[in-house]
T-cell receptor, first 113, second 112 residues
Framework: KAGVTQTPRYLIKTRGQQVTLSCSPI?????VSWYQQTPGQGLQFLFE???????NKGNFPGRFSGRQFSNSRSEMNVSTLELGDSALYLC????????????FGSGTRLTVV | QQQVKQSPQSLIVQKGGISIINCAYE??????FPWYQQFPGKGPALLIA?????SEKKEGRFTISFNKSAKQFSLHIMDSQPGDSATYFC???????????FGTGTRLQVTL
């Protein structure tokens, strides 16, 4: 079966711009989580959506936001980009509830110049 | 905020040797402790996970050992192979089951 699909794979943006990243979860998965991965801070939780509702949120500024659609696909948006937002953004999906089996996509590599 | 301490930061093991990576956590309300494996250019992939109603879980060459009283768990890779060369992360649910706090990662290199 198809895995978690993230688009685009690579992005280059300029400081001050905004960006939208997309994630298509595994069919049947209702939970989608987003993580930021950087060499300095490692893997950090951004937020989780379940059945179109944000269920959990990490410690990131309000410039980072997301949403989930009725088909479980999710998008995350970063506004007013800063150089420090350069990172690999990972999406992970699971059935949700007490199922812990999160499957990650290959990520979107965002570079802010 | 949950902290997860992972060691060592990097590890070089000869082919056929045993790789051991350790993880220590503070507190968690959830009994689920996974290890993820990440290759360059890929997202982390769930390797093996344990629920601490048992102290050890083995899947092929990979074993998790869990010490609940010490709040530590470790990954053992037996008969390490060059294809095991990757970065390994432990993770602990933090606050909720769906929010994982990851360790800082261990870069494993298996040499011939």
């Amino acid at each position: 079966k198809a895995g978690v699909t993230q688009t685009p794979r690579y992005l280059i943006k300029t400081r001050g711009q905004q960006v939208t990243l997309s994630c298509s979860p595994i069919s049947g998965h209702r939970s989608v989580s987003w993580y930021q991965q950087t060499p300095g801070q490692g893997l950090q939780f951004l937020f989780e959506y379940f059945s179109e509702t944000q269920r959990n949120k990490g410690n990131f500024p309000g410039r980072f936001s997301g949403r989930q659609f009725s088909n479980s696909r999710s998008e995350m948006n970063v506004s007013t980009l800063e150089l420090g937002d350069s990172a690999l953004y990972l999406c992970a999906s699971s059935f949700g509830g007490e199922n812990y089996g999160y499957t990650f996509g290959s990520g979107t590599r965002l570079t802010v110049v | 905020q949950q902290q997860v301490k992972q060691s060592p930061q990097s590890l070089i093991v000869q082919k056929g040797g045993i790789s051991i990576i350790n993880c220590a956590y503070e507190n968690t309300a959830f009994d689920y402790f996974p290890w993820y494996q990440q290759f360059p250019g890929k997202g982390p992939a769930l390797l093996i996970a344990i629920r601490p109603d048992v102290s050890e879980k083995k899947e092929g060459r990979f074993t998790i050992s869990f010490n609940k009283s010490a709040k530590q768990f470790s990954l053992h890779i037996m008969d390490s192979q060059p294809g095991d060369s990757a970065t390994y992360f432990c993770a602990v649910p933090a606050g909720t089951a769906s929010k994982l706090t990851f360790g800082t990662g261990t870069r494993l290199q298996v040499t011939l």
